[in-house]
């Protein structure tokens, strides 16, 4: 399946094989649904490395913030 995005992909996660997130390199975030992958802006310039979430309206993505160590993870809340 092709996402149109010419980035590295690093998580994905879903509430069903037809509603699902992925999130990579410098703040991408796709969302696919509808048979089609659409490009949320996630107003960070970092790369998310996580994804989980509860339900289909609530999901966080994380970010790792440092380097090397100690590392930082925030998670960035959304709300569909």
């Not at 390199?25 to 998310?48: A, D, K, W």
Request: proline share 2%.
């Amino acid at each position: 399946m092709d996402t149109g995005v010419a980035k590295n992909l690093y998580a994905m996660w879903g509430s069903s094989a037809s509603d699902f997130y992925i999130v990579g390199e410098n703040g991408t975030i796709m969302h696919y649904s509808n048979n089609q992958f659409s490009r949320l802006t996630p107003g960070v310039s970092n790369s998310l490395f996580g994804i989980l979430g509860t339900s289909a309206a609530d999901i966080y993505f994380c970010i790792a913030y440092g380097v090397l160590t100690p590392t930082t993870f925030i998670f960035l809340a959304h709300q569909a």
